[in-house]
T-cell receptor
């Protein structure tokens, strides 16, 4: 599979619990992005990495959210002390270089906080 | 700003007819635009892109038109098929930026 992979596809968690999602980008892509999408809305940018460096973070990324890409390959997004408002689809995307051409999304992780 | 919530603008189209989906973008400095198709439970899928130095670009069964004067994009789908049923988003990006800014989605329902 040469696409962007995300795991898990679905996650149900109780409010207050921590969750972690994983994204495996296309192997030759050095840029990796996280977006959040709520029902009926377009995806909203959260953060992006170039290789292992996190270069930009949105104001949407509160201090309960942390993302890592330790070896410049896969990335994890952790949400601590989840709230019901965190329920959304979390999308990962990758692109091969400085430009956004070839920007490819994964199928996302659907988070439901109960 | 306005919240669409669950009530997406919906275009119902007969199979075989042409579809036109419209999008207003927000940043006059944006120089690259992409149309994405999103099916239920899946991530956005690239359809076609256009740079700001063009006003029209054609792909296979799809055409994107860009009107920078009024900050408007449209996506035309020729001979719409049942597999075209999805939500369609336009996205823009400004020079030096790394984030895609998505517009409101438009749901297309193809009637067999």
């Amino acid at each position: 599979d040469t696409g962007v992979s995300q795991d898990p596809r679905h996650k149900i968690t109780k409010r207050g619990q921590n969750v972690t999602f994983r994204c495996d980008p296309i192997s030759e892509h050095n840029r990796l992005y996280w977006y959040r999408q709520t029902l009926g809305q377009g995806p909203e940018f959260l953060t992006y990495f170039q290789n292992e460096a996190q270069l930009e973070k949105s104001r949407l990324l509160s201090d309960r959210f942390s993302a890592e890409r330790p070896k410049g390959s896969f990335s994890t997004l952790e949400i601590q002390r989840t709230e019901q408002g965190d329920s959304a689809m979390y999308l990962c995307a990758s692109s091969p270089g400085q430009l956004v051409y070839g920007y490819t999304f994964g199928s996302g992780t659907r988070l439901t906080v109960v | 700003g306005e919240s669409v919530g669950l009530h997406l603008p919906t275009l119902s189209v007969q199979e075989g007819d042409n579809s036109i989906i419209n999008c207003a973008y927000s940043n006059s400095a944006s120089d690259y635009f992409i149309w994405y198709k999103q099916e239920s439970g899946k991530g956005p899928q690239f359809i076609i892109d256009i740079r700001s130095n063009m006003d029209k670009r054609q792909g296979q069964r799809v055409t994107v038109l860009l009107n920078k004067t009024v900050k408007h994009l449209s996506l035309q789908i020729a001979a719409t098929q049942p597999g075209d049923s999805a939500v369609y988003f336009c996205a823009e990006i400004a020079p030096g930026n790394n984030r895609l800014a998505f517009g409101k989605g438009n749901q297309v329902v193809v009637i067999p």
